[in-house]
């Protein structure tokens, strides 16, 4: 598929949607470079929303940010400048680090705005890299499946299209970039397999390329697949009254040591977190040696006990989260995103991720953030009366990862929302609503 307007449309609509609000990625590179130039061209300017992370990381970062303005400035897009600076390491990558600071604005920048969908430029050739990184971890199925082309509310267009597309439309575009002098460090394992690994192999590297792309879809619709089996056997996992999971020797005759794997990681919240090599060999062998009473820490949390004729898998450390509102706007909470924003617009949707509540009611008291905790109660939205949350979150078969981690966003000290899931009947918007608020989780 050539990189088009029209094509580019395409990948756009047929995933998103029309009318959809875009907070756009600019590194000032040539990939979100042809990124911009196409939102620009194709989509309305009142549905775009530029957002640069200056990372601070080398000394031409400022001259980097400016260029970005000026760009986003001749094309008539807002732009929102976000500016980082690291102060800790604890083990953690810089290319890590980037990633993760870039994703928590982004995430802040659109409860903030209210928008849509996160649009980043990756493409055929980074999917091909990441593969190839993944291969040198060792990785299983998940690691074929490369970048996800949509993934919650972040979006990739570009996705389909290879470097030498997007180069080609640059040049035919006249599209001006600024080059990241870190892009040619070899000591980042992604630029070493770019400049280091495929040069040598006198590849036919878009045939290459495309080849991968298939491969990560092939995988990926593999995974949806195990995904529904995994959450299927999951559910049908017995629980005890200290919220243990434990996983009988039967229910596991069948499966392959891949699959008890897959399993644990499902249960602990974790099927989309790529392990080490290390991480999966301690869990093989820790099936493999059998020996009752033997423990495995998985990680701070989870702890692998086994048992005579069973396995027990045991959250035995809780978040604890207790965070006073005192003004409304968005708060990053572990790296979710709770946002409260008033607005004027009388819009339900099935989406639980948001709610809008009586501001009437809510305001003037004291608002709280915080775990939920045995003997909370609230009224669930369309109920005459109060149901406890540890009764609702069994109902609705919450996972014991995320009923560990539920939490409920209340007004002098009654509960509002149970975030994710259900708002309190009290709060609801009725006929005799005056001002609005919406709170939101990502």
């Not at 949350?389 to 069994?394: A, C, E, H, K, P």
């Amino acid at each position: 598929m050539r990189l088009s307007n029209r094509n580019f449309l395409k990948s756009i609509y047929s995933t998103t949607g029309s009318n959809k609000k875009f907070l756009i990625g600019v590194s000032g590179g040539i990939d979100s470079g042809v990124l911009l130039d196409l939102c620009s061209k194709n989509i309305p300017k009142n549905l775009l929303h530029c957002i640069h992370i200056n990372h601070n990381i080398n000394p031409t970062a400022k001259q980097n940010e400016n260029f970005v303005k000026k760009k986003c400035y001749d094309k008539k897009i807002p732009l929102t400048i976000k500016s980082e600076k690291r102060t800790s390491f604890n083990g953690e990558s810089m290319e890590m680090w980037g990633r993760r600071v870039r994703y928590r604005n982004y995430y802040k920048t659109l409860a903030e705005l209210d928008f849509d969908f996160i649009l980043t430029a990756h493409h055929a050739n980074d999917n091909f890299e990441t593969v190839l990184m993944n291969l040198d971890r060792g990785c299983f199925v998940r690691g074929l499946r490369g970048i996800i082309p949509k993934n919650k509310q972040i979006f990739r267009p570009l996705l389909p299209f290879n470097r030498s597309q997007i180069f080609s439309f640059a040049k035919k575009n006249k599209i001006e970039f600024f080059f990241d002098p870190s892009n040619d460090d070899t000591a980042i394992k992604r630029n070493y397999i770019r400049k280091k690994l495929i040069p040598p192999m006198n590849l036919d590297y878009d045939s290459v390329v495309q080849r991968f792309l298939n491969i990560s879809k092939k995988a990926q619709n593999a995974i949806i697949k195990e995904q529904i089996v995994m959450t299927f056997i999951q559910g049908k996992l017995n629980k005890d009254e200290n919220d243990f999971y434990i996983i009988s020797d039967n229910e596991l005759i069948n499966f392959n040591i891949y699959f008890k794997m897959r399993l644990i990681k499902e249960i602990i919240g974790e099927s989309d977190l790529p392990w080490s090599r290390h991480k999966y060999n301690s869990l093989k062998n820790f099936f493999q040696k059998n020996k009752v009473g033997s423990k495995l820490k998985i990680n701070d949390k989870w702890m692998f006990l086994r048992n005579r004729n069973e396995w027990i898998l045991n959250k035995n450390i809780h978040e604890k989260i207790n965070v006073n509102v005192n003004e409304f706007g968005t708060y990053d909470i572990n790296g979710r995103i709770i946002s409260f924003k008033k607005t004027n617009k009388q819009k339900f949707s099935k989406d639980l991720s948001k709610e809008l509540i009586d501001l009437d009611i809510f305001k003037n008291k004291e608002i709280r953030i915080r775990n939920w905790k045995n003997g909370d109660k609230f009224q669930p939205l369309g109920m005459n009366g109060s149901k406890k949350v540890s009764d609702y979150l069994i109902d609705k078969k919450v996972n014991m990862f995320n009923k560990n981690n539920q939490l409920v966003v209340t007004a002098d000290h009654e509960i509002v929302w149970l975030c994710g899931h259900r708002l309190s009947d009290k709060f609801k918007v009725t006929d005799n609503t005056c001002n609005m608020m919406e709170l939101s989780i990502y």
